[in-house]
């Protein structure tokens, strides 16, 4: 009895194992992809939380949230989505000066 109840288990296990050797790489790829999704919108939720006030959620004094944020801007980097604001410094520092 106990003999049929491991070849039981090994079979399960090596049922698992074979269906994990089995995945595709499209489909580690869709699973990859929404991890990051869970991430960014974790990441987004708490970052939100700083500024929302809700009734009955009273926030600590002054929270600190340059952890979620800094997940926050590399889960949209691997996305291929940047966050930096690039100005491109045309203009004259002096706004009384007319380009000539």
Known sequence: MEQIKEE??????????????????DELQILGTFVRLGVVIWSGFIITLNYVEL????KSVGGDITFPAS??????????????NNKSNNKSSDPKKKDE
Do not use: D, H, Q, R
């Open 55 to 58: 009734p009955m959620f009273k």
């Open 8 to 25: 039981a288990a090994g079979e399960k296990s090596k049922n698992f194992l074979a269906k994990v050797k089995e995945n595709t790489e």
């Open 71 to 84: 997940i926050f801007t590399g889960a949209l980097a691997t996305f291929g989505l940047t966050t930096s």
